[in-house]
């Protein structure tokens, strides 16, 4: 019989700011373990946010107090590996942390157990640090390298504080063996597939929803449409890109900026397909989509290339483009036209119903029951801990 869970339990997030994507995650794991204690680098969600997380505040670091810090996290980072290892867990018997910049590094007792649940390995200091020193002078640019290679170092040397990993993607899953050497069970994050539902008439629009940051790739949908002048995109998202953007578009793009969550849902439910151009951990926007019964376009890198099912599957989902460039977005809304009979709302429904916050959940429950009770048979000498474990399916 396995043990049952400890009544201590520790859940460590990055930062509480807003509500997106890694939040929704850290909401789920709170639901799975809801006698456990929050901790966070800073907690400046406002209260409207806060509800997914069933009212919960974080006990935060020497962070919290700093001036400016909720709008100009990277000027903080710097002091992010010291400040999480600053956090006080001794007495806790299971810390998870849920992490994609530097909460997997919270320092823990040698009785307990640490499991990570990592969206991203830290990206500005692997494999998107060009990215992030793209437009930075010389004298910048030598310091921010200096730092990136310091938080590389950190962040490897971390790692070894976890005894399981699980990735949010097969993708982030490799990731995290090239920067840790280590292994990771595959969890994929839980998608609202009760809110994003079928519903409405279809339109002859296309749409896209995103942060507007440059690796999103917007440009390349706009760009794609303006070769296309008799078909219409719809993109939704606030960012520093907006108003160059909006600057770039023709007449037939129109950009939306911020919109409520329902105006976002009946976009989805009426578009003809829904576009996505970024190399993304997981992706949760083209899933979405799919809840609504919508097709999607994707790049075929990242998260996406797991989520989206091609022309090639029995039942497709979508139509994949396989470089980020504007001509390979419009030959995939040419092929999307051509071959749309093939792609049903059922089989984008059931795709994303595979995705639930339900799945999620039962699977992250497996998953740390199965660790705890390695790892107290561990503890008590009677075996080492599993570090590798297969991936849950999805």
């Known amino acids: 019989m396995s043990p049952a869970l400890p009544a201590r339990i520790a859940v460590v997030h990055d930062w509480l700011v807003d509500f997106s994507g890694a939040e929704r995650v850290l909401a789920e794991i709170l639901r799975c373990f809801p006698q456990a204690d929050l901790f966070a680098l800073l907690d400046r969600m406002p209260a409207q946010a806060r509800a997914p997380l069933g009212g919960r505040t974080a006990r935060t670091t020497f962070l919290q107090g700093m001036p400016g810090v909720a709008g100009g996290l990277r000027y903080y980072l710097p002091l992010m590996p010291l400040a999480i290892e600053q956090l006080d867990v ?43 020193l793209d437009g930075t002078g010389r004298p910048q640019g030598v310091l921010l390298r200096w730092l990136l290679h310091r938080l590389r170092m950190w962040d490897h040397r971390s790692a070894a504080g976890v005894d399981s990993f699980v990735a949010d993607s097969g993708f982030v899953a490799r990731r995290i063996l090239k920067a840790y050497r280590r292994e990771a069970a595959v969890i994929y994050p839980p998608v609202d597939v009760d809110f994003y539902t079928p519903g409405g008439i279809r339109e002859d629009t296309y749409v896209t929803v995103s942060r507007l940051w440059p690796y999103k790739r917007a440009d390349l949908l706009i760009d794609a449409f303006a070769a296309m002048p008799k078909r219409r995109l719809v993109v939704i998202g606030e960012g520093p890109e907006l108003r160059r953007l909006r600057a770039r578009a023709g007449a037939n793009v129109e950009l939306l900026g911020y919109q409520p969550a329902a105006a976002v849902l009946g976009h989805l439910q009426r578009a003809r397909a829904f576009l996505f ?41 979508g139509v994949f483009f396989e470089e980020q460039s504007a001509a390979a977005v419009a030959a995939a809304v040419q092929r999307f036209e051509d071959e749309r009979a093939r792609i049903t709302e059922a089989a984008c429904r059931q795709r994303a119903e595979q995705f639930s916050a339900q799945r999620f959940r039962a699977e992250v429950s497996a998953f740390v029951a199965a660790r705890y009770a390695e790892w107290v048979k561990f503890r008590d000498g009677a075996r080492s801990p599993g570090d590798r474990a297969p991936s849950p399916k999805a």
């Open 90 to 132: 001794t007495g806790y018997d299971l810390v998870i942390s849920n992490s994609h910049a530097v909460a997997k590094g919270v320092i823990v007792s040698p009785d307990a157990l640490h499991l990570s649940y990592v969206c991203s390995p830290m990206r500005y200091a692997w494999d998107q640090q060009f990215a992030y």
């Open 277 to 317: 151009a970024a190399i993304e951990d997981f992706g949760i926007a083209p899933v979405e989509a799919m809840a609504c019964g919508t097709p999607v376009i994707a790049l075929r890198k990242g998260g996406a290339a797991e989520t989206v099912l091609g022309l090639e599957s029995e039942a497709p989902t």
